[in-house]
């Protein structure tokens, strides 16, 4: 096969037409594949964005727990929802 040449999702020997995406339904292509991909990454994305902002909403110093410490896990809850 030359260097150009394009590879269809069947003429793979480990792809076969009816694959199944990780959500266990079956594609027939690449793109379906891809997307598929997509949509789970994205439920994923979207559930931790929940969660984080959640846990922000209520976060408050701990009794004992002194600011730079409370400063701190607050910085890191604005860190990870900023790279959602």
């Known amino acids: 096969m030359g260097h150009h040449e394009r590879v269809g999702v069947g003429d793979h020997p480990d792809v076969g037409q009816s694959d199944l995406s ?3 339904t079956a594609v027939s292509t690449a793109k379906d594949a891809w997307n ?3 949509d ?3 439920a994923r994305d979207n559930a931790r964005l929940l969660q984080l902002m959640h846990e922000r909403s209520k976060l ?3 009794g004992d727990e002194n600011i730079i410490k409370y400063t701190s896990r607050a910085k890191g809850r604005r ?4 790279m959602l």
């Open 22 to 24: 990780p959500t266990g």
């Open 60 to 62: 408050k110093k701990d």
């Open 79 to 82: 860190q990870e929802l900023a």
């Open 36 to 38: 598929a991909l997509k």
């Open 40 to 42: 789970i990454f994205e």
